[in-house]
């Protein structure tokens, strides 16, 4: 470890790092704007100057950028010394030339990088008295606001949306003092990451626009640790709160699940808390089909009845928490108890489960997956399933650009350096789809496939890797051979697959290239992925034995359920409407819990409003087994309770002895623990209630929070005693200690001097490190630790069988990053994002049905009519369709169906709302 | 950064017949990309191109020939915008260049630039009703020694006076 002086005094640092990143390491305040740790320097603001020493006599050193100053052994270093300092506060205000000042109308004042920086440097007085430039702003769609005006050029946002994120629709326009972020023509920005822009930005130019039609600064959010519910992928989230509706959402960094960023579905799409489609009270159905709406205790003895007399059925979700979903299956009964999947994909979820169980390659995290240096994806559109898994991906395919890096030894933070160095020399990676996916600019090669034939290749990879020498000339296509070459050149090969495709078959050759890779002696990882924020959890609690939607309809035709209930889960989104019509009416009491009003709940006897993720603590297990705790931001209104509390309710008045001992959330936690074995990890996702830091609760209003008399000062100039919670280590309040807690518990990022969401280096052990109270969440599933090699002992279910009869086609999922996801689809802005549903066609096939884009296909017999878009890169015989989409609930996939034109189809308008560019300027408040 | 050759199989490309671009330019531009490694490597030379056939680079004419060069409009607009010889808005026949850098400050360009101003009715920016001469300012034009200096078109003028000036810009204006 170099040793280097800084005002006198030596400090051991770590080789290989920067001279900022270093001395923030070690709690040294020095400003900067255009570093960032997950993007590295390029110099490009000067503010974090620092004089540099030759050596102990030089007593007049020289101004050197410490982001791009190499900490080497010896080296002298002045912070505070008035050159430097100077220098920094000529460097903010020379930022500031052009910026307008208008922080009380900013959506970003109380956390701006800039207004930090500025106080840190000292500048108060502003010297120029010239004009300022006046910029347009351009409409960016409908979740990003623009104010170029407050830019101070540190081109953090186009390093970010290209460089990082590979976007194209952004760049920097025009030079000098006329400088420009943005696009070439005012539209939706494309890229499915773009709003981390709104924390990458420093300054107000990208901001939240629903935070800013709907404001509240941070100082006045209240906020705590949550995970994002939109995908399997469980990033870490700080929800913000006031007046009991939800302000937005930020990255709340965890280094292994999601590191620094978001993508757009978890940022934008947990508007549907807003909803006014939220059940506020119990209803109970008359007999005109009208609800009548109840108190939460007579809806309890409502459901208490119908519990006690006749056969109970559950139906979970694997949108739900663990511990709800345990208690669902506790009431129900372990062999009454469904998980909720659709049929098709309880089989997926489970095999995903077991091979990944059984498999003796590593399931990555997020860092390991960026650290791939080959990857090959079978069948999955990531960025439309588990989207920030994708953007890991364009990081994973820079491998090769810092190999050639290390060969001139350039330090990994040289980021303009290593770019110019490897331009568009990238790590291999292979992508075998049924069509194009977001991800094909940086493949190496995208083959188009029928699920069938990217089995087949995956199996032909498997066999040459294992084989490689035996295999006979011929019997791997030449695709194959590129493939077995590239993975077996790579140290950390990485092979991805999931239930996107729907397809079994396609997930166990992805197994066997792994155990492949894993028997020829690599470390090879292995990523399947699964569709729902708690799928893994609910295959590891329901098991692979309980029983499926399909089987609870047919004990249902056979009379064998009186009382059926359902866990936040809307079963015509799970299997075709018929059978859940008969499902829903063969019981003769159907309670269902949800949180908004759907299709499920409106076949109800009786409904049960239940919390959201917002309202209410629980546990998810990720895709990658990861178990992961949130906690409620605020209070539930009326009637609305956390379905595990309904249902602890109801068992106890049941007087259920399961239940006896069961008094509190972690109550159930532990319980659920204790009983599958699978699930045992689970206590140890975040510390329990009990867990004090330094003897006081953790906040989730900080220290500023104001107002809170004034809120509601229409009902009262009392201000009630704040909400005790009863159930975590959180409290509603500003009392308490938000500083090295776990990392499972940190409810927001502030430091002295650091509002803005830099502060986090704060909270890490080094910049750019792991939280100094430990990653949040714990592994259930053991990575690579089964060893097991048995794959093919394990048999995938039967797919239909594959004649391919020339006038029918087969279904395939096209998941959509905007729409699949239930809820999230629901959110303002992001759902004006959301196309109508669709069948995707080759033009070869579409040509056979005479339609073309923007035509209506009828799909099998009558089960849905979707609209055609033709894609050149579509296979043929195969047809995509908008999975998760209200609309194709109906569609299997795999399925083979017929396609025919739809008559008296009417063709939608050209132009979509949103990328009607709404005139200059009038886009923003 | 999509604008890899490598990758050309899976970026759309708007076949040929249906972008803006003439045979002719195409076939300068293509002449230009046998020298390169990447396609994008001659967006200047394009946009050039383009500019000399048209007189300016519309956003149509730049949307061509970004999907020409397989790369983003954004990202070559930042390139079109970034130098100020490129001309995104309609320019008049002739373009005066008249320097204002440091040199021919000193010798007095702002009187020029008033000069001109008065005889031709434009600011700085601005074109003339009869689309004859758009007035830009540049800074330098590398004759310092010459000061004052400007351009009309593609010819330099050097030591320019009032006298010279009007010589100049004799039958433009009002009294052609
Ligand atoms: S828009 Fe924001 S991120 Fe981009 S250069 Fe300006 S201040 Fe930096
Ligand atoms: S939707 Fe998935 S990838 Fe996106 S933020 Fe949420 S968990 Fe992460
Ligand atoms: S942070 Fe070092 S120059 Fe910008
Ligand atoms: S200053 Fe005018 S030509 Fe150089």
């Not at chain 1, 770590?14 to 990143?21: I, Q, S, V």
């Not at chain 1, 953090?156 to 590979?166: E, H, P």
């Not at chain 1, 990944?356 to 997956?369: F, G, M, Y």
């Not at chain 2, 008049?92 to 440091?102: F, K, R, T």
Request: proline content about 5%; charged content about 20%; overall charge negative.
């Amino acid at each position: 470890m170099p040793t280097i002086t800084i005002d006198g005094v030596a400090y051991e640092v770590e080789a290989g790092r920067n001279l900022l990143e270093s001395c923030l390491s070690l709690g040294l305040d020095l400003p900067y704007f255009c570093w960032h740790p997950a993007m590295g320097s390029i110099g490009a603001c000067r503010q974090c100057a620092v004089v540099q020493y030759q050596n102990a006599e030089d007593n007049r050193g020289r101004i050197v950028m410490g982001c791009m100053t190499p900490v080497t052994d010896g080296a002298i270093f002045s912070l505070s010394g008035d050159k430097a300092r100077h220098f920094r506060e000529a460097i903010v205000e020379s930022l500031m030339l052009n910026h307008p000042h208008d922080c009380p109308v900013c959506a970003e004042g109380g956390e701006c990088h800039l207004q930090d920086m500025t106080v840190m440097v000292g500048h108060r007085d502003r010297h120029y008295r010239g004009r300022k430039n006046t910029h347009r702003n351009q409409y960016l769609g409908p979740l990003i606001n623009h104010e170029m005006n407050r830019c101070i050029t540190c081109y953090r946002c186009t390093r970010y949306y290209r460089d990082y994120a590979g976007g194209t629709d952004l760049a920097a326009m025009a030079a000098h003092d006329h400088i420009y972020f943005g696009r070439h023509q005012e539209g939706v920005l494309q890229s499915e990451f773009a709003g981390n822009l709104v924390e990458v930005c420093p300054t107000g130019v990208f901001t939240d626009k629903s935070l800013v039609h709907d404001y509240t600064r941070k100082w006045d959010l209240q906020s705590a640790p949550s995970v994002c519910t939109a995908c399997a992928v469980g990033c870490n989230t700080i929800p913000g709160e006031r007046y009991g509706r939800l302000k937005r959402v930020h990255n709340r960094f965890n280094a292994e699940v999601n590191g620094y960023f978001l993508c757009d579905r978890g940022r934008f799409g947990a508007g549907f808390v807003n909803s006014d489609r939220a059940l506020e009270f119990p209803g109970l159905r008359e007999a005109d089909g009208r609800y009548r709406a109840l108190d939460h205790h007579d809806a309890l003895h409502r459901m208490m009845d119908s519990c006690a007399a006749g056969k109970v059925a559950g139906i979970g979700s694997p949108r739900a928490s663990v511990e709800a979903n345990y208690l669902l299956r506790l009431l129900a009964g372990t062999d009454n108890f469904a998980p909720g999947f659709s049929d098709a994909e309880q089989d997926l979820v489970n095999l995903a489960l077991r091979l990944q169980q059984q498999s003796a390659a590593v399931t990555p995290d997020i860092r390991t997956i960026e650290s791939a240096d080959a990857v090959l994806v079978l069948g999955e559109d990531v960025t439309n399933t588990a989207p920030r898994i994708a953007l890991a991906l364009r990081q994973s395919v820079r491998n090769k650009a810092y190999e050639m890096a290390a060969g001139l030894r350039l330090e990994t933070w040289q980021d303009a350096a290593i770019r110019n160095l490897a331009q568009q020399q990238r790590s291999p990676l292979f992508i075998a789809a049924v069509a194009d996916t977001p991800l094909d600019d940086v493949a190496t090669r995208r083959l188009s496939l029928a699920p069938e034939g990217i089995a087949a290749l995956g199996q032909a990879v498997a066999a040459g890797i294992s084989g490689a020498a035996s295999a006979t000339p011929g019997s791997t296509s030449g695709e194959a051979v590129d493939i077995v070459a590239a993975l077996a050149r790579a140290s950390r090969p990485l092979v991805i697959a999931g239930t996107g495709c729907g397809s079994a078959a396609v997930l166990q050759a992805a197994a066997e290239v792994a155990n492949a890779l894993c028997s020829s002696g690599r470390q090879a990882m292995l990523c399947l992925c699964v569709p729902e924020a708690n799928s893994l959890g609910q295959a590891m609690l329901a098991g692979p034995k309980a029983p499926n939607l399909g089987a609870l309809e047919e004990r249902a035709r056979a009379g064998e359920i009186d009382t059926l209930v359902v866990l936040e889960n809307d079963l015509y989104r799970r299997g075709n409407s018929a059978g859940i019509d008969a499902l829903l009416a063969e019981c003769r009491n159907v309670i269902v819990l949800d949180g908004l009003d759907n299709a499920t709940t409106s076949a109800a006897t009786l409904v049960l409003p239940a919390a959201n993720f917002a309202e209410s603590e629980g546990t998810l297990v990720s895709l990658e087994g990861r178990a992961q705790r949130y906690y409620p931001l605020f209070q539930p209104r009326e009637e609305r309770r956390p379905s595990w509390v309904w249902l602890l309710a109801c068992m106890k008045e049941l007087e259920r002895p399961d239940v006896h001992s069961l008094h509190h959330f972690d109550d159930i936690t532990r319980a659920c623990a204790a009983d599958i074995p699978a699930l045992a990890g689970i206590t140890a996702a975040a510390p329990d209630l009990h867990y004090l830091n330094l003897g006081v609760k953790i906040p989730r209003q900080p220290s500023r929070y104001s107002g809170r008399t004034a809120m509601r000062a229409n009902i009262s100039v009392h201000e009630p005693k704040q909400r005790e919670d009863e159930e975590t280590p959180l409290a509603f309040t500003m009392e308490g200690l938000n500083r090295s807690q776990p990392g499972a518990l940190l409810p927001w990022v502030w430091s002295p001097g650091w509002n803005s969401n830099q502060s986090l280096h704060k909270f890490q052990t080094h910049a750019g490190g792991p939280l100094k109270g430990g990653t949040a969440g714990v592994r259930l599933l053991h990575p690579g630790a089964a060893g097991g090699h048995r794959i093919s002992d394990i048999t995938a279910p039967a797919t239909a069988a594959a004649s391919a009869a020339p006038d029918l086609w087969q279904l395939v999922p096209r998941p959509r990053i905007f729409g699949s996801d239930e809820l999230s689809a629901l959110s303002p802005g992001l759902a004006e994002l959301v196309v109508p549903g669709f069948i995707e066609l080759s033009p070869a096939d579409a040509g056979r049905l005479g339609v073309a884009t923007g035509d209506g296909v009828d799909v099998g017999d009558g089960i849905a009519t979707l609209e055609v878009r033709v894609n050149a890169t579509m296979t043929t015989g195969c047809a995509g369709y908008s999975a998760g989409f209200a609309g194709s609930g109906n569609l299997a996939p795999l399925a083979r169906v017929t396609l025919q034109r739809a008559a008296n189809w009417q063709r939608r308008p050209q132009l979509i709302g949103s990328d009607r560019g709404n005139g200059s300027g009038s886009s923003h408040v | 950064m999509l604008t890899g050759d490598c990758m050309s199989e899976l970026i759309p490309v708007v076949s040929d017949g249906e972008t803006a671009l003439s045979a002719a330019e195409i076939a300068l531009i293509d002449a230009e990309i046998a020298h390169v490694p990447y396609r994008s490597a001659v967006a200047i030379d394009a946009l050039k191109i383009v500019q000399a056939q048209r007189g300016w680079v519309s956003d149509e004419s730049l949307r061509a020939i970004a999907r020409h060069l397989r790369m983003s409009a954004a990202e070559l607009d930042g390139v079109a915008t970034f130098y100020n010889l490129i001309f995104r808005r309609p320019v008049g026949e002739q373009v005066i260049l008249l320097c204002n850098s440091i040199s021919c400050w000193i010798k007095g360009c702002d009187t020029l630039q008033a000069q001109i101003s008065e005889r031709l009715g434009i600011g700085l920016g601005e074109t003339t009703a009869d689309n004859r001469y758009t007035l830009l300012p540049v800074t330098c034009l590398g004759a310092c020694d010459k000061a004052p200096v400007l351009m009309v078109g593609e010819e330099l003028h050097e030591d320019v006076s009032a006298q010279s000036l009007r010589e100049l810009l004799a039958g433009s204006g009002d009294d052609r």
